[in-house]
């Protein structure tokens, strides 16, 4: 029974990922399609053209020329900077956040000189001696450091 649940667990898994797998390349094969029908679209009257004379060819020509009609080149006006454009403080967001602050010079105080105030017994220092480094037997040992 335990087989079973896991064999129909197994066999629903693959097959939402063969369908995944279906309509992943359905979609990618319909952008190609819409590609490549516009190339055979654009196409076409030529092809026809070329072949004969019918009156299937005559049609697409007289088609093609009603919208060769149609096609106007479009030329614009140059674009005019207004004071507005370039003002900078309309785009620049982070400008009231980063002023620059003027901070008044330091100046030295009474209390800054009082001998009192430092003579504590926390701020005397003392000299610390250290005992000399010594070498251990591994620090120089071939064996060690030729491996």
């Known amino acids: 029974m335990k087989t079973k649940n ?31 029908l516009a190339d055979i679209v654009s196409f076409n009257g030529l092809d026809l053209a070329m072949v004969d004379n019918s009156i299937e060819s005559n049609s697409t020509s007289i088609g093609a020329r009603v919208y060769a009609v149609n096609i106007e080149v479009e030329t614009e006006e140059a674009l005019e900077l207004e004071d507005w454009m370039t003002d900078e403080n309309r785009f620049d967001i982070y400008l009231h956040y980063f002023q620059t602050e003027q901070e008044e010079a330091l100046e030295l105080e009474d209390w800054m000189f009082d001998e009192s105030t430092f003579n504590h017994s926390s701020f005397r220092f003392t000299v610390e001696t250290e005992s000399q480094l010594e070498l251990d037997g591994w620090m120089t040992s071939d064996k060690v450091w030729n491996r």
């Open 6 to 36: 896991n064999v129909q667990k197994t066999a629903t898994k693959l097959l939402a990922l063969g369908l995944i797998l279906v309509v992943l390349g359905l979609s990618a094969n319909a952008q190609n399609l819409g590609k490549s």
